[in-house]
């Protein structure tokens, strides 16, 4: 797991210097289904690519028992679940999978290796956050 978290950093990193990946992850993800697309009309869209830029780096960091990503992962399962902003948990696969694809196309050394710790290492703070819906 180790080796996987330290990928996806590196590949993070490459992937978020390139100007218009926080952008063109939104473009995929609203895309994904009209519901999430509902879920985000009267969202500042440039503040939540903020908040995402934040959430993937606690998302990444949560697998290694990080204090202050487990809080802020917490923090997020509160928020989205039933009784916050009520995010079904078969939307979080549509997340991960537009995450992907927007890491794709903005980091050139992006590969098959790659897109297996990606989603090893988001698969762990997904079904966290998932539970709690």
């Given at each position: 797991?180790?080796?996987?978290?330290?990928?996806?950093?590196?590949?993070?990193?490459?992937?978020?210097?390139?100007?218009?990946f926080?952008?063109?992850?939104?473009?995929?993800?609203?895309?994904?289904d009209?519901?999430?697309?509902?879920?985000?009309?009267?969202?500042?869209?440039?503040?939540?690519?903020?908040?995402?830029?934040m959430?993937?780096?606690?998302?990444?960091?949560?697998p290694?028992?990080?204090?202050?990503?487990?809080?802020?992962?917490?923090?997020?399962?509160?928020?989205?679940?039933?009784?916050g902003l009520?995010?079904?948990?078969?939307?979080?696969?549509?997340?991960?999978?537009?995450?992907?694809?927007?890491?794709s196309?903005?980091d050139m050394?992006?590969n098959?290796?790659i897109?297996?710790s990606?989603?090893?290492?988001?698969?762990i703070?997904?079904?966290?956050?998932a539970?709690?819906?």
């Open positions: 797991m180790k080796d996987d978290i330290s990928r996806v950093r590196l590949s993070y990193g490459r992937a978020i210097a390139k100007s218009g926080l952008p063109r992850f939104y473009d995929i993800f609203l895309a994904s009209r519901a999430i697309a509902r879920k985000f009309v009267n969202t500042d869209l440039e503040k939540q690519q903020g908040l995402l830029a959430s993937v780096n606690m998302v990444i960091l949560f290694q028992e990080n204090k202050i990503a487990k809080n802020a992962v917490g923090r997020i399962r509160k928020s989205h679940c039933r009784e009520d995010i079904e948990p078969h939307f979080y696969g549509l997340w991960k999978s537009s995450l992907i694809q927007a890491v196309e903005h050394e992006y098959p290796q897109e297996g990606w989603r090893k290492v988001l698969q703070a997904i079904d966290h956050i539970e709690g819906h």
